[in-house]
């Protein structure tokens, strides 16, 4: 039996967060939707989790800011950044830190599978990938 990936999908856009949690599970992933980083943080899932979509912006810890702490907490999770303001230093600095990959929203079903597959085959590491 294959085990599915649990993909955490952390966003204060509701519409955002209910449509792709909605397409991961049509695609055969364990989705679950958290409002906030700190919501995320307080469930069960953070240690099931093996791949992390979460908005750069957001009120209190954005994403790159979640990413950062758990690197610096010893559970790096793979970490897929998405952002309606796109930002050229913000993408740079996220992929130098080593998340699995940066998107503009709206994004295509394409370039997210990619990015969770990327994620997913090359894990996360406690230094930038190099691509």
Do not use: W
Request: neutral net charge; charged residues 20%.
């Amino acid at each position: 039996m294959t085990i599915k990936p649990s993909i955490a999908v952390i966003d204060d856009d509701e519409s955002v967060r209910e449509a792709t949690t909605g397409l991961l599970r049509s695609l055969g992933f364990i989705a679950k939707g958290f409002c906030s980083a700190e919501d995320f943080l307080k469930s069960n899932r953070l240690h099931i989790t093996n791949c992390l979509i979460a908005d750069v912006r957001m009120p209190g810890t954005g994403g790159l800011a979640l990413y950062g702490q758990l690197i610096a907490a010893g559970s790096p999770i793979p970490t897929i950044l998405i952002t309606a303001y796109p930002d050229d230093a913000v993408r740079e600095r996220a992929l130098n830190a080593g998340v699995a990959g940066y998107l503009v929203k709206p994004f295509s079903e394409k370039e997210l599978v990619s990015c969770i597959d990327f994620a997913l085959k090359h894990k996360v590491l406690l230094s930038p990938v190099k691509r």
